[in-house]
């Protein structure tokens, strides 16, 4: 297990930044660092605490990867198959349109304790559980659906869906799903290997969507934002969404701040929308008086 230096995994999310920046990012690890920091709020994540988030999520993980039968040569349809009999109707994973209400089913410790979740993290279980066993298993990022692939590196691509109990979910169903959320055609590029990096960001957008239809949960919100802005890559958008966030929190000053050192970070390339939000600055500090 992933570690930062020193005599202890530190602060949480000194940890979860130190697992981003790491050459082959544990995907795991940072849905559950993700987890115990979102699921703490309002207040800080205990480091002990998170700890034992840590290594009991990825004790679970190993432990629903010895259940799976041994078998030598197993087509990618194969291993789809055995996935969706232990995971989907032994151990009962899987969603329904209710979990989207819950905060827990975007959080992988609560998804393992309940075997309930959001499709991207019921793929994350099926994904650590499958490359645990040796399988030829990828995340695939569908547009609205995240679903899992098994084999394509010379072959066939298998789809499999984790929120229905890891379904197979074939071509043309993938080609409806990508059109009735885009109304695009499904592209190559739709089903090339998500990666790790990628999918934590999915996961925390998921979060911040959650929180944003909930004013009241802004502390989610501004901590999804912040573990956000610690993956090596992610959009710029967010510093505005975060200086936004501060200000809907009546932290008027420090929102300020943070737009301003937003509209000059856009200024060469965006001038009109960086006096918008210089704008937006001068709004927010006068609100001081």
């Excluded at 030598?72 to 291993?79: A, V």
């Amino acid at each position: 297990m992933s570690e930062p230096d020193g005599d202890g995994p530190g602060e949480p999310r000194e940890w979860f930044a130190e697992a981003a920046r790491a050459e082959k990012p544990d995907l795991a690890l940072l849905c559950l660092l993700l987890g115990a920091v979102v699921g703490a709020c309002p207040d800080a994540a205990d480091p002990a605490k998170t700890e034992r988030t840590v290594d009991e999520g990825q004790v679970e993980l190993d432990r629903l990867s010895g259940l799976l039968p041994y078998a030598r040569g197993r087509t990618p349809e194969q291993w789809a198959r055995t996935l969706a009999e232990v995971l989907g109707e032994d151990c009962g994973f899987g969603g329904a349109a209710g979990d989207y209400a819950h905060l827990e089913s975007s959080l992988l410790d609560a998804v393992l304790r309940r075997g309930r979740g959001l499709p991207i993290l019921l793929s994350v279980v099926w994904l650590e559980v499958a490359r645990r066993a040796g399988a030829p298993v990828r995340g695939v990022a569908l547009p609205g659906h995240y679903v899992v692939g098994f084999g394509g590196r010379q072959g066939e691509l298998v789809l499999a869906d984790p929120f229905a109990g890891g379904r197979l979910l074939p071509e043309t169903e993938a080609r409806l799903l990508v059109s009735g959320t885009t109304g695009r055609p499904l592209s190559r590029a739709m089903m090339e290997a998500a990666g790790p990096l990628e999918t934590v960001l999915r996961v925390l957008n998921n979060i911040r969507e959650w929180a944003a239809r909930r004013p009241e949960r802004t502390d989610v919100r501004l901590t999804a934002l912040d573990l956000s802005l610690l993956l090596p890559h992610h959009p710029l958008r967010l510093r505005h969404e975060r200086a936004r966030v501060l200000v809907e929190r009546g932290e008027f000053t420090a929102g300020a701040k943070e737009l301003e050192e937003y509209a000059e970070l856009i200024a060469a390339a965006e001038p009109q929308a960086a006096d918008a939000v210089h704008r937006e600055a001068r709004i927010a500090r006068a609100r001081l008086n």
